[in-house]
């Protein structure tokens, strides 16, 4: 068997000598093929919100399976007695500070992903250091609170199956105006898209904190 598998590779190495590749062909540009077909100057945007959008579901469907194990994993531990956080002042100051500007640059690659470098997956991710940078400074009753009070177990259950509708939409043909490229309400579904899988991420971290928080501590 050793001597086929050695034949196999040795006929595979002929192979990419006598037969190589194609030449790809230039006579168009396909970022400006991808830019055309999306309506949007970010055409990383427009391959993971359009050309792969149904990778891109599954990828929220995998993000938010995530979130329901953490739940079911830690669900049978008793909660961590200590939970040490920052105390000091500039510690804390700093921290919250930091989650403001995170903050900010979350709802920033959110709105404008589509014309520049970012998207709903940084602007989350933005959004849930935000939220860690907060929870090493504050008590976790006053962010399981805040977490309650707004409902944002429910809003990320909302924001994914309005991301699923409208991407089911999408792929099976039914597309908003484009609208003027480069202009901030351009690309069709694409910006509501974005802000969707931002609002998930970022309260999808929010949950799994939370969890480890109570049943890991923090630090």
């Known amino acids: 068997m050793k001597w086929v598998y050695i ?14 590749n194609p030449a790809p062909d230039l006579s168009f540009s396909i970022v400006e093929s991808v830019v055309q077909d999306s309506g949007v100057p970010n055409a990383v945007t427009g391959i993971i919100l359009r050309n792969r959008l149904y990778d891109t579901i599954f990828e929220v469907v995998v993000f938010t399976i995530a979130v329901m194990g953490a739940h079911f994993l830690l669900a049978n531990e008793g909660p961590f007695c200590a939970i040490y956080q920052f105390t000091d002042q500039p510690s804390i100051v700093l921290a919250r500070l930091g989650a403001t500007i995170t903050s900010l640059v979350g709802i920033e690659l959110a709105i404008r ?14 959004g849930g250091t935000a939220i860690g940078l907060v929870a090493i400074t504050s008590s976790s009753q006053w962010m399981q609170g805040i977490y309650q009070r707004w409902h944002a177990a429910t809003w990320e259950k909302v924001s994914v199956l309005v991301f699923i509708v409208l991407a089911v939409i999408t792929l099976v043909g039914v597309e908003l105006p484009h609208g003027e490229l480069g202009a901030l309400v ?7 898209l974005n802000i ?20 890991r501590g923090l630090l």
Do not use: D, E, N, T
Not at 7 to 20: H, N, R, T
Not at 113 to 126: D, E, K, N, W, Y
Not at 196 to 215: E, P
């Open 7 to 20: 034949a196999a590779g040795i006929a595979l190495y002929v192979k990419f000598l006598i037969m190589p």
């Open 196 to 215: 969707l899988v931002a609002v998930k991420v970022a309260l999808g971290s929010w949950a799994v904190i939370l969890v480890f928080i109570r049943y």
């Open 113 to 126: 992903g589509h014309l520049s470098p970012g998207g709903g997956f940084a602007a989350g991710v933005a």
């Open 186 to 192: 351009s690309g069709g579904v694409i910006p509501l």
